[in-house]
């Protein structure tokens, strides 16, 4: 295990298995009735999360989002306070009233998403100037999808970003689709990162369900980055499991292709095997220790009291008279 990036392989394969398992309780948990809210899974999107999970530094910020949420758990969030968070309760780290898009948490350099698509450009853009202001090599990274780029925010935030040679760097999640809509049905691009050459921002495309080629564009876009030549783009193309409202609509082979072929874990499975990094039985059991570590999460998580719904009012701007009726 001379290689570095056998390493790196690695960590992006524990990291990938954490997302999923996580994941998967917050799926089954959802649908049994257990997590209010709406359900966006970062199912298929592992890679993603974790390969900007790969890159951060403790003193970066980072924004997630609808759908990289389990980028929070990877960058350091205690995973039994998350899903407490999902599920409602007093000990979730917003205290219940963040959930899935809201949730934040500053000691890990986490800021809250939007439920409005692409707005988090603008927010990070300015968390961004901040950090240089400050006169750090702290960076900003956000995770935005393909749905983002039709929006005003996409293209305001990378004109300045790239004016002022802001600190951030731009991860775009491309599955294909935004609800049902397919990105070649509304973008003038179906290949997201062309836009950042209006920008004069440095971009590529890479295949987002290759952990290890995630990594490596998103820790060049974050040197970049750092090194204070401005922001950078990253166009992550993969596929996401969860239909997202719609039912699915995607075709059975499709389907099967994203889910059982090309899948982010399978892949990185394979390369590991592959390059002799570990064995069938040593990926077993870490597969088993990690099903093991989340469900004692969720078990905190269910015992935990549900969160008190007199701090609702809690934290909003001062000065707010809240009607009771
Ligand atoms: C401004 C705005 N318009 C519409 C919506 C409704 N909406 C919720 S999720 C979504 C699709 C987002 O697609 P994408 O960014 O590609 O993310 P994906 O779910 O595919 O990961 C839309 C349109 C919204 N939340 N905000
Ligand atoms: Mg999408």
Redesign the pocket.
Same mark, same amino acid.
């Given at each position: 295990m001379n290689n570095p990036q056998s390493h790196i392989l690695l960590d992006l394969y524990g990291k990938m298995l954490l997302a999923r398992s996580f994941e998967f309780t917050h799926e089954r948990e959802f649908r049994k009735g257990n997590l209010p809210g709406s359900l966006?899974t970062a199912l298929g999107h592992e890679a993603v999360v974790a390969a900007v999970a790969q890159c951060l530094r403790k003193t970066d910020k980072f924004f997630c @989002?609808?759908?990289s949420s389990s980028l929070h758990l990877l960058a350091g969030m205690p995973g039994e306070r998350f899903l407490a968070e999902l599920a409602g309760k007093e000990t979730g780290v917003c205290r219940g009233r963040g959930g899935m898009i809201h949730s934040v948490d500053p000691s890990i350099g986490s800021f809250a998403g939007s439920?409005?698509?692409?707005q988090i450009l603008v927010v990070s853009l300015g968390v961004a100037m901040g950090l240089k202001m400050d006169r750090t090599d702290n960076i900003t990274v956000v995770i935005?999808? @393909?749905?983002?780029s039709g &929006?005003g925010e996409w293209h305001e935030c990378m004109n300045l970003a790239s004016t002022w040679k802001a600190p951030l760097v731009i991860c775009c999640?491309n599955?294909g689709?935004?609800?049902s809509t397919p990105v070649a049905a509304a973008h003038a691009t179906a290949d997201l990162y062309e836009y950042a050459a209006a920008y004069r921002m440095p971009a590529v495309q890479v295949d987002g369900n290759d952990a290890l080629a995630s990594y490596n564009a998103v820790r060049d876009a974050v040197a970049h980055a750092r090194s204070g030549n401005g922001p950078a783009f990253v166009e992550l193309k993969t596929w &996401?499991w969860d239909p997202?409202?719609s039912g699915e609509m995607r075709s059975p082979e499709e389907v099967h292709y994203w889910r059982e072929v090309h899948e982010p874990l399978r892949l990185a499975r394979q390369a590991i095997l592959a390059e002799g990094l570990a064995d069938e039985a040593q990926l077993d059991a870490l597969h088993a220790a990690t099903d093991a570590q989340v469900a004692e999460w969720w078990r905190f998580a269910q015992e935990s009291p549900l969160a008190d719904p007199s701090i609702v009012t809690a934290n909003v701007y001062a000065g707010w008279e809240v009607e009771t009726r």
């Open positions: 966006h @989002d609808q759908r439920s409005v698509i692409g935005v999808g @393909d749905g983002a &929006r999640a599955n689709y935004a609800i &996401r997202c409202f």
